[in-house]
């Protein structure tokens, strides 16, 4: 134990990775040890700043000090990180070979025999190592079955927080060395079994998977039954939470249940980590998020722009926010065309396409409260439409849908709205809450809030603390 | 079932659904043969649900009676049985799409796919389908195929109806006019409502152009219906 006292001291000045390698082995040995999961937890907290400054030979080393000489698996790690044979190394090879056909393979183990836990650990730090160049990319796809081979073999609850990683990892390997569907049938199986033996933090890694998996092709329907089909455990940790939430909200946006989406978003960025520490979730989470209120009908805050992590991410759509603002047909499409590669990657272009409605209703709505008679004509003008048929119809359309109060006379081809509404109209005494806004398509917005809203009265899914309805 | 009654089966199917006009009576008799017969075959050999040892050929073999099958759902008017045959085709489309050479028939069928779920106002359903086709987003608007639905759905949403019905003539095959012919009595209900509450009064003549009436009787005649 003075052992690692003294290591302990060490890391104030900065281990060498090879150092910081053997105090996690000891640590996750202490771990298994005495039943204390949060040595474990500690050395993966440092798994992403440490495997950025691992390499081969860092590796190497690690499993020398780790593994006495002779030591049959080890080999097999061994090669994993070695790329060039050197005769140095040959001979290392040849005499640990010589040394594995005199040892029995039935494991006597000796007490500075790591345990497993280890040998998964140090997999782990090989394939993110072999990430990190193209060509070991096929190496790590083999290891990363291999390893999930071992780690299902191994049916240890102490294992489990570090299998949830390599899960995360073996994924990377399949994107990037191989078709990330061939990893599917792996994540089915575990994912069955995990939910068994009640391992829920690989669970719900799992279920992250999976359903990145799915969605990565497109296949939503496969995603929802898997959705409808497990439940998420709820001892996962917060990022898990995030990610879960946020495919959720991707999923529920496609079939147009906004306001569903719009909860899972918001519970997506309450339980993401920082900003700073991962900023690309962040901004991937409030594009979405962005694009969801706009298809509610509301105008996102303006704030949520200004905001240095996003500013530049989200620029794009900071465009779209505008034009729908404005209700002009023109520039949505020019936006739209001007920044579509973007959306495509970001996977948000078909659901801004669907903005387009939401753009003629705000310039539709516009007209209504600065005209109190405008021809059809002046309308299709105005709003870039193609015809003044088109425009008559458009126009019946939005009085009937209740985005405007007014009139179509026919035979003179125009309509006729009330004009001005003041702020004391019925719609305030519905919503005295949101006669703050200035926003125009506020009404509207709330109007269809309160639609969606009546519709979940019906369906008995208001949870209790939402709004204070007054009953006890 | 031997290959070559299968082979010869195949080929009467293939005559008699190019003849000009289909015949429709002879194409259902030799699919109902061909389905007791063959596809049971077909699953026999596992071909119809293929798990990757049939060989190649069979594949595309079965994949076109299915195709063939599924447009002469909709030339005799058979819609679930088109549901039934789409989504038989659509394992050979979404899995086996890197094994099998590229089908012809494909989007065209895509595209009704996408029609059928229109006249059915599956709308979630419709952008589900439409997120995993197999297209970038761009291209979506090219595809003639894809584009008349994908339109057509535009324009029902923002009530630019005229366009749909304009939309008639300009369909990209014979089959996608059956769909939207059972879309305008969609249509005409959605206008009749939005008539109802944009217009105080409307002679009876203009109201008859709007739901695209050429004559004033029809529109009575519709209205009696729909009363």
Known sequence: MANVETTKKDEEKALSPTAEIKLNVTLIDRAVVELEPRFTHRVLRSLTALRKRTDDKVLRSAIEENYPAGVYYALNLYRAVIKTITGADRAMDVDSAAETTTTTPAQSKPSSDPVPEVEIYLRLLIIHYLHTSKENYAKSVQLSKETVDKMQSLNRRSMDPIAAKVWFAVERSFELGGELADARPLFLAAQRTAALRHDDDTHASLINRLLRSYLHYSLYDQADKLISKTTFPTSASNPQFARYHYFLGRIKAVQLNYSAAHTNLQQAIRRAPSAKTAPGFYQAVHKLFVVVEMLMGDIPDRSIFRRPVLEKALGAYFDIVKAVRTGSLSEFQATLTKHAAQFDADKTYTLIVRLRQNVIKTGIRRLSLSYSRISLRDICLKLNLDSEEDAEYIVGKAIRDGVIEGRIIHEKGWMECEGRKNGYGPEAMRYPLDAHRKELAAAQGARERERELAKEIQEGDLDDDDGGLGDF | MAPRQLQSLYKDLQRAFDARPSDLKKCGL????????????????????????????????????????????????????????????????????????????????????????????????????????????????????????????????????????????????????????????????EIASCEEAAYESLPIKDAATLLFFTSQSELLREDGKSM
Do not use: C
Request: negative net charge; aromatic residues 10%; proline residues 6%.
């Open chain 2, 30 to 189: 030799l699919l109902a043969q061909l389905k007791a017969r063959a596809l049971i075959g077909l699953i026999e050999t596992g071909l119809l649900l293929p798990n990757g040892e049939a060989s190649l050929n069979d594949m595309v073999i079965a994949r076109d009676i299915l195709e063939i099958g599924a447009f002469w759902s909709i030339r005799a008017k058979d819609i679930p049985s088109f549901d039934r045959y789409f989504s038989q085709l659509h394992t050979f489309y979404t899995d086996y799409r890197s094994s099998l050479p590229p089908s012809k028939r494909e989007f065209p069928l895509r595209g009704l796919n996408l029609i059928r779920l229109l006249t059915q106002n599956r709308i979630a359903d419709f952008h589900a389908t439409l997120e995993s086709l197999p297209l970038p987003a761009d291209e979506i608007g090219v595809n003639p195929y894809i584009r008349h639905p994908v339109n057509l759905e535009r324009w029902l949403m923002e009530g630019s109806y005229s366009k749909v019905w304009n939309a008639r003539e300009e369909a990209p095959a014979e089959e996608y006019k059956f769909f939207v012919d059972s879309l305008m009595g969609t249509i005409r209900n």
